[in-house]
């Protein structure tokens, strides 16, 4: 009985033991979320006139801090309400991680801004260590503008107390 016991006791501490390990181990998993929508004003940020777009390529690139060697990419397409999810492996504690805009399904709202102050990307940290406990990691909307603002625009501007002046 003694015999059957400490055999028990083993395997349970074994068992223990394994499951430490392989949790220890394991690789972390991310899922990256955002939104790709059609800036209707070209003014770089959602209004009420945006539009979500479905079927728009995105990519998440992660690089080396240093020398900027390409470590990690995927690519994803948005649902019919604009919205992708990107399941990433692994942790890229020492790298910098962005999502960029790859195609537009609409050829009338394709045009990614090359202006100074523009948002090309969107930074995300996928990393373990840096205190979000969620998996999930929400990347900022990223926009392609449309080739020509809507008519509703400069309201749309003044609603929200910018002077449409030198911006449509």
Do not use: W
């Given at each position: 009985?003694?015999?059957?016991?400490?055999?028990?006791?083993?395997?349970?501490?074994?068992?223990?033991?394994?499951?430490?390990?392989?949790?220890?181990?394991?690789?972390?998993?991310?899922?990256?979320?955002?939104?790709?929508?059609?800036?209707?004003?070209?003014?770089?940020?959602?209004?009420?006139?945006?539009?979500?777009?479905?079927?728009?390529?995105?990519?998440?690139?992660?690089?080396?801090?240093?020398?900027?060697?390409?470590?990690?990419?995927?690519?994803?397409?948005?649902?019919?309400?604009?919205?992708?999810?990107?399941?990433?492996?692994?942790?890229?504690?020492?790298?910098?991680?962005?999502?960029?805009?790859?195609?537009?399904?609409?050829?009338?709202?394709?045009?990614?801004?090359?202006?100074?102050?523009?948002?090309?990307?969107?930074?995300?940290?996928?990393?373990?260590?840096?205190?979000?406990?969620?998996?999930?990691?929400?990347?900022?909307?990223?926009?392609?503008?449309?080739?020509?603002?809507?008519?509703?625009?400069?309201e749309v501007l003044k609603?929200?107390?910018?002077?449409?002046?030198?911006?449509?």
């Amino acid at each position: 009985m003694a015999r059957s016991l400490q055999a028990v006791i083993f395997l349970t501490t074994a068992l223990c033991f394994f499951y430490l390990h392989s949790s220890v181990r394991a690789d972390p998993h991310f899922f990256v979320q955002g939104q790709v929508y059609c800036d209707t004003c070209r003014i770089q940020f959602i209004t009420r006139v945006s539009e979500f777009l479905p079927g728009a390529k995105v990519r998440l690139e992660c690089r080396d801090r240093e020398g900027g060697r390409l470590t990690y990419s995927i690519e994803g397409e948005t649902d019919q309400a604009g919205s992708y999810k990107l399941p990433v492996e692994g942790d890229h504690e020492a790298e910098v991680c962005e999502v960029r805009l790859i195609k537009s399904p609409r050829p009338d709202c394709s045009e990614i801004s090359q202006g100074i102050f523009a948002r090309r990307s969107a930074r995300i940290s996928l990393a373990s260590n840096n205190g979000i406990a969620s998996k999930d990691r929400l990347a900022n909307p990223l926009g392609f503008l449309k080739t020509d603002s809507l008519s509703e625009c400069p309201e749309v501007l003044k609603e929200l107390g910018i002077l449409p002046t030198g911006l449509i």
